[in-house]
């Protein structure tokens, strides 16, 4: 549905003033739209997955679904194939504009995404498309998993899905990779494989049939990016061809941000 400029504007008015007002936060007076938008995100990156104030999720559905249609969607079609590896494509982009089955989130081990206001991680970035239904969808994730004796933190080189709410794709897939503060060890490298695996077996086990990887790591997480472009060129390409159930009808994009990360992954897909 394609909502009103005023629409939009009353809704980003109305969404902010409700969190604002849970959160105990004074709003600057006089603030135009565009300085409300920022206040928004960076109350929406800073709160803890709760119940919401009434109305709010009706305001946010207008803000994020209005922006989804500005940004335009993304699809298979529009990335490039490999011609050495038919069922893998590369797309340089956002990754929030992929009109996908599952986009694959690189999470901390908290799994309730990037609480730095404004941040320009990934984890950040899909939580703030995808609305403050995937923090709650992320916490009862958790809350399941430590139930009883479980886990405190999400395990390194784990996959969960679950819904995309105002994303285009249908599904999120969260993993979390491994960290890398000093020199890069087959630990990490086999920690990182298993990322992309579990994310491919998750995708397979649900029946999808497009997936799109970010760059899982190395962002502040620190993996080489030529190291980690290898491994996950490698993981995915023996996963399609692996036989397991469900791998044959997957198409996997590897979505990318920067130069260094495209150059890398046209040379290994002989783009």
Not at 165 to 186: D, K, N, Y
Request: proline share 5%; glycine share 8%.
């Amino acid at each position: 549905m394609t909502h009103t400029h005023a629409t939009y504007n009353e809704a980003v008015h109305a969404a902010l003033h409700l969190l604002a007002d849970d959160m105990g936060y004074e709003i600057p007076a006089h603030a135009d739209i565009a300085q409300e938008r920022t206040c928004l995100r960076a109350l929406m990156n800073m709160r803890s997955p709760s119940p919401l104030p009434d109305g709010y999720l009706e305001a946010e559905g207008i803000v994020l679904d209005t922006e989804r249609e500005r940004r335009g969607t993304v699809t298979w079609e529009d990335a490039t194939a490999s011609s050495a590896h038919p069922r893998i494509a590369l797309w340089r982009g956002d990754i929030t504009r992929l009109q996908v089955d599952a986009i694959v989130n690189a999470a901390n081990s908290a799994l309730l995404g990037c609480r730095a206001p404004g941040h320009t991680c990934i984890d950040n970035a899909i939580h703030s498309a995808a609305g403050l239904e995937l923090r709650q969808a992320c916490a009862e994730v958790m809350a399941e998993r430590t139930r009883g004796d479980g886990p405190s933190g999400f395990p390194t080189g784990e996959a969960i899905l679950t819904p995309g709410f105002h994303l285009p794709a249908r599904f999120v897939i969260h993993t979390v990779g491994p960290i890398v503060s000093g020199e890069l060890t087959q630990t990490h490298r086999e920690a990182l494989a298993r990322s992309y695996r579990r994310c491919l077996e998750e995708a397979a086990a649900h029946g999808l049939d497009t997936v799109a990887f970010c760059c899982i790591s190395t962002g502040v997480f620190g993996f080489p990016q030529e190291e980690a472009a290898r491994i996950a060129v490698a993981t995915v390409s023996d996963f399609l061809e692996s036989g397991t159930p469900g791998a044959g009808d997957l198409r996997v994009i590897f979505n990318v941000f920067g130069d260094r990360d495209e150059a890398l992954y046209r040379a290994l897909l002989g783009l």
